[in-house]
């Protein structure tokens, strides 16, 4: 059992391949978002490609909140909104900031986010990553489901010379290899391109619950008509543990969940689900999904590091992109890991093809791919807000400022005749005293969002 | 028949975990050394994993049933003894299958 590279996990381990010939030109580990863009264009420049995923289908393995932002398929599936397995479109996108009995929420509804080119789409995943793996297969990408990479092949030289698999007679040699393997990626590990430190630290963990209700209902509940669709996202609605909730419409469910830090979360001795519970009590949330039933239960982690938590992209023969890679953007306001994975797939597939065009796929043939990433929004909006991720988890933002602001506007709309009305610095000077915030912190932060945000 | 949790306010664990398909898969591809976790003062994966499959024992030590597995890695990255856990995933095409995730 203890049989090196047998299966899958922390401990796998690599095998050398003499052989010269490789049985395809790159095999890419992960048929998510970022596996499957890889493959779409691997296949599309006309070389061979397996797609290898653990799942029996795409998607059987993958939760996230759900929404889909589309621009970068504009690139990737030309007129992909006349295709894709959609829910609903988000024209509607609300932030709640929360305490136990408050709610401040900032919503905004954009009609042009309901018809084409379109902005978000809610889906779900056993029908978008199956969808998107379809399009990689069309083009010549050879998909080999219930299949679990276990580890790597290293050719003579050390360069990775593609995967051992849990199949009998399962290595899958290759020129490249593109780990597109998500959160845990062993692979990436094993090749030594994550820092050994603790990756807990900048991980999160998901838990969701889609909540069966009818078309109408959610549609009066929501304010919403045809296919347009919700999606709110909130803070200082998790026991002050880092993270945050959120709350997405589908057709015919809703999908509620929370994500949190997981020291944070093992620290506090607090169950996931508890805090879902807590949600689904939550005067704010209580009346828009009450009544539902349950229709599963899920669970999944995010890596939230961003920038400086990300490995090495790129290896002799290997290629890392998507959640492997830490590239899902957890800042507050957004948590958007499709799109990022789709667009480093991509970038991944292209760097591929050059390199195996080139002939050269050692680390310094695929180099372009960093290039082609930090020319993109994929690094660059990475770089430009590495620092929003740890601001967003400190206690802070977490439960200082979401009660200080609450209160803050609470006040401003209290009427207290017939005493006076109080003055917004008044208010401010209690509040901050009241919730423990320094004045100096709250300027400092207030410059780091600036500078990241503006 | 055993009482619904209050923490659980709502839905019965095991009510909550049947929404979910699992493929169960013959090996089990999570074990835990029950003796490690015995000299544990955290018990982290207690309260983090999020299927509950980590139940602590009279003796202080884990008793854990890999069957209703998330394969979301929580546990081996919260717990912090050597030894303690050891996590690969199910062989492919088996465990947990998600329909609405
Ligand atoms: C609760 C939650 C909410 C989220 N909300 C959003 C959101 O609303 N919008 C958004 O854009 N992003 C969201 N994200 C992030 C998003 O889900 C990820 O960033 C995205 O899925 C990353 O895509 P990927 O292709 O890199 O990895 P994944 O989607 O994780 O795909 C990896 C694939 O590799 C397979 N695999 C892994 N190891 C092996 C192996 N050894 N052999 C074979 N196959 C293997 C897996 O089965 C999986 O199919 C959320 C995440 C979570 C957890
Ligand atoms: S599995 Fe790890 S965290 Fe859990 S009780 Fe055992 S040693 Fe402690
Ligand atoms: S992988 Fe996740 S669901 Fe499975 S035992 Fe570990 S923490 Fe629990």
Known sequence: ?454 | MTGVDPRYRGIAFEDRMATVDFRVSPRPHITVDSEVCRSCTTKACVHACPANLFVPTAEGGILFNYEQCFECGTCYQVCDAEGAITWTYPDGGQGVVFRKG
């Not at chain 1, 849990?166 to 692979?187: K, Q, W």
């Not at chain 1, 090495?312 to 958007?336: F, K, P, S, T, Y």
């Not at chain 1, 009660?403 to 709309?413: E, I, K, N, P, R």
Request: one cysteine or more; charged letters at 20%; hydrophobic letters at 45%.
């Open chain 1, 1 to 454: 059992m203890d049989e090196p590279g047998g299966y899958a996990g922390p401990a796998s381990k690599s095998a050398v391949v003499s052989d010269d010939s490789r049985a395809f030109d790159v095999v890419v580990v992960g048929a998510g978002p970022a596996g499957s863009a890889s493959a779409l264009e691997v296949a599309r420049a006309g070389y061979t490609v397996a797609l290898v995923e653990r799942g029996p289908y795409p998607g059987a393995k993958n939760v996230y909140g759900g929404v889909v932002y589309g621009r970068i398929l504009d690139e990737l599936v030309p007129g992909w909104w006349e295709r894709m397995p959609v829910q609903r479109w988000v024209t509607r996108r609300a932030t709640m900031i929360m305490t136990p009995t408050q709610a401040l929420t900032v919503d905004m509804r954009a009609q042009d986010w309901g018809r084409p080119p379109y902005n978000g789409a809610t889906a779900y995943r056993a029908d978008l990553d199956a969808w998107l793996a379809d399009q990689a297969v069309a083009a010549g990408a050879v998909l080999i489901p219930a299949t679990v990479a276990t580890g790597l092949l290293r050719g003579p030289d050390g360069s990775v010379a593609g995967v051992r698999t849990d199949r009998p007679d399962g290595d899958l040699t290759a020129s490249v290899v593109i780990a597109c393997d998500g959160v845990n990626s062993f692979l990436a590990k094993e090749a030594g391109m994550y820092p050994a430190e603790n990756v807990a630290e900048h991980t999160t963990l998901g838990v969701k619950e889609t909540i069966a209700l009818p078309r109408e209902v959610i549609d009066e509940r929501f304010g919403l008509s045809g296919r347009d669709g919700a999606d709110i996202e909130m803070i200082g609605c998790t026991r002050g543990i880092p993270g945050g909730g959120f709350l997405y419409t589908n057709l015919e469910s809703v999908s509620l969940g929370v994500v949190v830090g997981l020291t944070g979360l093992a620290a506090a001795k607090v169950r996931p689900e508890e805090l879902i519970a807590d949600l689904k009590e939550h005067p704010a949330i209580a009346p828009l999904v009450r009544g539902g039933t349950l229709q599963e239960y899920s669970a999944h982690l995010i890596p939230e590091g961003g920038y400086r938590s990300m490995p090495e992209l790129v290896g002799d023969g290997m290629l890392v992109a998507g959640d492997a890679a830490a590239m899902c953007l957890a800042a507050g306001i957004w948590l958007e890991g499709v799109n990022f994975a789709l667009g480093a797939g991509m970038y991944a597939g292209r760097a591929a093809a050059a390199a195996l065009r080139s002939g050269d796929t050692s680390k310094s043939g695929l180099a372009a791919y960093r290039t082609m990433l930090e020319d993109s929004f994929v690094l660059a909006d990475h770089r430009k807000l590495r620092k929003v991720p740890d601001l967003v988890l400190s206690q802070r933002v977490q439960a200082d400022y979401p009660g200080l602001l609450c209160d803050l506007v609470q006040g401003l709309f209290t009427v207290e005749n017939p005493a006076p009305k109080p003055g917004l610095r008044r208010l401010l000077r209690l509040g901050t005293r009241a919730h423990g915030v320094r004045r100096r912190d709250l300027v400092r932060d207030a410059l780091v969002g600036l500078r990241s945000f503006g």
